[in-house]
């Protein structure tokens, strides 16, 4: 007999708390299969992070070595300018050339390479911006070859016209294509490679002066030059490396291929779409016959008044970069120590190797700080620092004489003349003037730019000796650091903040007269343009 009022268990059966076993077992299968649905989702949110973060290591690695790769022609115009400081005491000697025939070799590549840069921004446009950059490595080194081979004063000079042919060649076209491959938040440091580059080569040319001095004059100089060809094995090689530029291929109505660059230099995968659709924005592809009238060479001599200020920025920060005297200061280092009471050749180029170390130091430190602290607050501090130290310079050759102390100062003001050279007004003067253009104008406006650079660096370095003689060293310093408060002035009126902005962006910036009066724009206001647009 059973007991009364006690329910039965079994399959479906209720238990004492009046709620079916069964049931209390399918929540709780529940709950396990919402666990184990939950722990899944977190694996593969997990999995899908570390994917990106695999990718976005990835992606940093290639745009990096593609930097690296686009600024080798840099070095050759680095060493270049640092070898000749050293080789043209001994070309001088050998050769027994004059002293305007020597302002007249350091000088020409200057001038002859703004034909480089002219040729260069439309051949970029026509051939690509890789193709052009292997142009240039084959132009410079052929003028290489030919210098070290030089018997005479004009087989040398033959030489230096073509490499100042191919310097213009690459100086235009590699920050160029940098900025255009570069995603937004590294392009300022990574369109600053080729100024590192240039100052490496600047230093391997002095430690090659120092290193080959000790051999007889009619073969050192010789070696010196002979060295600075064999960069061209690693150009070769980053021809199979690096891609062509997204934007050129855009230009080109080669979409497809546009997209794939995008894919390999753009961390996040959603954002390759976005930033295609703002190229052919900017393009403007599909409403290019209003262009046809009017053609790139006559929209930059009768600019709209936007075009106008993106001009007078680029260009004018060009050619303050090279009338503060840095040519003078790096291709005249060995005179500006001897006349400050240097009198040993090698002390004189161990001196200049000091100079080559700082100024290769703190383009590094730019690099760091361009992306950060941003290109306006950088171009103060160089700009401000220079002139203190170009004005003391002028101050101690004039004033301290050849005394121990005089040459101690004189070095240490050199030094930190190209310090705040390579903190600053170096590296940004390149950053500036290949992101402010629009994407249809940027190579030849950016070559406008370069060909200012050349004309000054080559006015400077073919009448420095020349005007020192005439007014003494401390005299043309004086005149130096003139010119640098006045481009503390430039900055202050005419250089917008560009950090932070993608390339359509500060084209727009440049667009808005608020802009012009304030200085800068808020990146909020910027995407509200873009959004209405």
């Known amino acids: ?101 020597e302002e007249v070799l350091v000088g020409i590549l200057s001038i002859v390479s703004l034909f480089g840069s002219l040729g260069g921004g439309k051949t970029s446009d026509i051939i690509g911006r890789k193709w052009t950059m292997a142009l240039a490595a084959v132009v410079f080194q052929t003028g290489a070859a030919i210098m070290t081979l030089a018997p005479s004063f004009e087989i040398l000079m033959v030489g230096r016209l073509l490499a100042g042919i191919g310097i213009g060649f690459g100086g235009m076209v590699a920050p160029v294509y940098i900025a255009e491959i570069s995603p937004t938040i590294d392009r300022g440091s990574l369109t600053s490679f080729p100024e590192i580059f240039i100052n490496l080569g600047i230093l391997l040319g002095y430690v090659s002066n120092y290193a080959f001095s000790g051999l007889p004059a009619h073969i050192n100089w010789r070696i010196m030059l002979a060295v600075g060809i064999t960069p061209s094995i690693f150009i070769g090689f980053a021809l199979f490396i690096i891609p062509e530029s997204p934007r050129w291929l855009v230009l080109q109505n080669r979409v497809d291929e546009a997209r794939s660059v995008l894919m390999k230099t753009n961390e996040n995968e959603s954002e390759v779409e976005d930033r295609l659709n703002e190229i052919l924005a900017a393009a403007d592809n599909s409403s290019a016959e209003k262009y046809e009238e009017k053609s790139v060479t006559s929209e930059l001599m009768s600019p709209s008044p936007s075009l106008r200020w993106m001009l007078i920025t680029g260009f004018g920060i060009q050619c303050f970069q090279q ?36 100024k290769t130091v703190f383009i590094m430190v730019a690099i760091l700080l361009v992306d950060k602290l941003g290109r306006k607050p950088l171009l103060y501090i160089s700009t401000i620092g220079m002139t203190i130290c170009l004005f003391s310079l002028a101050f101690t050759l004039s004033v301290l004489g050849k005394g121990q102390f005089g040459v101690v100062m004189a070095i240490l003001l050199v030094c930190g003349n190209v310090a705040f050279f390579s903190v600053g007004i170096g590296p940004v003067c390149w950053v500036l003037t290949s992101e402010i253009f629009p994407l249809r104008l940027r190579a030849q406006a950016a070559a406008l730019g ?7 660096s080559g006015l400077v370095a073919m009448s420095f000796l020349s005007v020192s003689n005439a007014i003494s060293f401390g005299g043309t310093f004086f005149i130096f650091s003139a010119f640098s408060s006045l481009s503390v002035a430039f900055v202050y009126t005419f250089v917008p903040e560009t950090k932070g902005k993608s390339l359509e962006q500060i084209e727009l910036l440049f667009q808005t007269e608020q802009d012009r009066k304030g200085g800068q724009v808020e990146l909020g206001d910027v995407e509200h343009l873009v959004q209405k647009g």
């Open 1 to 101: 007999m059973g007991l009364v009022g006690v329910p039965e268990i079994g399959n479906g059966e209720i238990g004492l708390s009046g709620i079916p076993l069964g049931t209390k077992n399918k929540y709780k299968r529940m709950d396990s299969e919402s666990e184990v649905e939950l722990t899944e989702e977190y694996e593969d949110a997990a999995s899908r992070h570390h994917l990106q973060q695999i990718r976005s290591k990835q992606t940093r690695k290639y745009v990096l070595a593609c930097a690296i790769f686009a600024s080798l022609n840099h070095v050759l115009l680095g060493y270049d300018v640092g070898v000749m400081s050293g080789a043209i005491i001994f070309i001088q000697e050998d050769l027994k050339i004059t002293e305007v025939q």
């Open 323 to 358: 009338i503060t005297g840095i040519d003078a200061t790096v291709y005249y280092s060995p005179e500006i120590f001897q006349e400050a009471g240097v009198k040993d050749k090698q002390n004189v180029l161990a001196a200049t190797v000091a100079v080559g170390v700082t």
């Open 450 to 456: 370069a060909v200012g650079n050349r004309v000054c």
